[in-house]
């Protein structure tokens, strides 16, 4: 599949295009589809200049691509927006948009790899953190224990579903390592101490945050996932089946029943140190049903940012001292606190 199809074929895509559609449109971001009707949204998609999307900087797209995380959801239906992005006649007023998008100058890295010499921890915090306030470092990555947790949290779900076969409850609806002690990095950039600052899924809201950079040691092995192909493959060769525990939540998000899997994290880490999702990878893969025919099943790749490298080994890298303090501003910026 071509990578606009890719782009196009995705909710967080799609909500991507729309946003950049409507930054050329007005200058204004997309408003609630509750708002609007499809005939006003076309109006608008089909009346953008495109050639006014390689002119946005880079922030702008990076804006755009924010508004798109932010609003990801894989615990519940899609929302009306994503809805009314996913009809035939706004893809079709998209895909011009989406052409413009890849090849605009200021998104071209978002195709690149791992950038190793350029990595930063984020944490986030509610009030301003003081200077004893550190980092979370792989040091005690423990993903023998996060296996053996996810497959007593399948085994109580099976036994909801033994008890009550119709029952309709939520569950973990990540496919990450969550709480395993694996740290995510990320990519500074122009007005940005770390992408992970603005594009964050679920994010928590809060006020503060420390960015901290990471010194990167020896030579890590990075698995790139840069769309559902690379996703599928890493499932289908460190499978883990999850199909109670995923079974309400992701039937929610994709309105597919599959026998779910996901990567077993642990065996990930015999061969990996690290997984690095681009953000073309992200858009083109994040929150939809991918076959894994070998195991007839699916996989959906959810909790994961754009850009995030997850480390399953700590051994590579040290967390710089020198840290720099942000503050969201009343006007919707991080910006760095000063004194």
């Known amino acids: 599949m071509d990578p606009v199809s890719l782009l196009l074929g995705s909710p967080r895509g799609r909500y991507l295009c729309a946003n950049i559609g409507y930054a050329c449109g007005d200058g204004t971001p997309y408003p609630s589809a509750l708002q609007q009707s499809a005939a006003e949204v076309l109006d608008v998609l089909s009346g953008v200049d495109v050639d006014a999307i390689a002119r946005l900087s880079e922030i702008e797209l990076l804006d755009a691509l924010s508004l798109a995380v932010d609003l990801a959801r894989y615990w519940q239906p899609p929302d009306e927006e994503d809805l009314m992005f996913a009809r035939p006649d706004v893809v079709a007023a998209l895909r011009p948009i989406a052409r413009a998008a890849l090849a605009a100058p200021q998104a071209r890295w978002w195709a690149e790899p791992v950038d190793l010499d350029n990595q930063c921890v984020v944490a986030k915090f509610d009030r301003r953190p003081s200077g004893t306030q ?24 099976r036994e909801y579903l033994a008890a009550d076969p119709t029952r309709d409850i939520s569950g973990e609806w990540w496919s990450t390592p969550v709480f395993s002690g694996a740290v995510d990095t990320s990519r500074p950039r122009q007005r940005l101490g770390a992408l992970e600052l603005i594009l964050e899924e679920d994010d928590s809201g809060a006020e503060y945050a420390r960015v901290w950079p990471v010194r990167v040691h020896g030579a890590p092995r990075i698995y790139e996932i840069t769309g559902p192909a690379d996703w599928a493959h890493l499932v289908e060769t460190y499978p883990l089946p999850l199909p109670a525990s995923r079974r309400s939540v992701w039937f929610a998000t994709t309105g597919e029943h599959h026998d779910w899997l996901i990567p077993d994290w642990a065996a990930v880490a015999a061969d990996y140190d690290a997984v690095h999702l681009t953000i073309h990878g992200y858009l083109a893969t994040a929150g939809i049903a991918i076959p894994i025919a070998a195991h007839a099943g699916a996989t959906v790749l959810a909790g994961w940012n754009p850009d995030a490298t997850c480390w399953l080994r700590g051994e590579f890298f040290t967390v710089d001292d020198d840290p720099t303090d942000w503050q969201w501003t009343a006007d919707g910026k991080w910006t760095p606190v000063r004194g």
Not at 142 to 152: A, N, V
């Open 134 to 157: 550190l980092p979370r470092v792989p040091h005690d990555v423990d993903l023998g224990r996060w296996r053996e947790d996810s497959l007593s949290n399948e085994r109580r779900f």
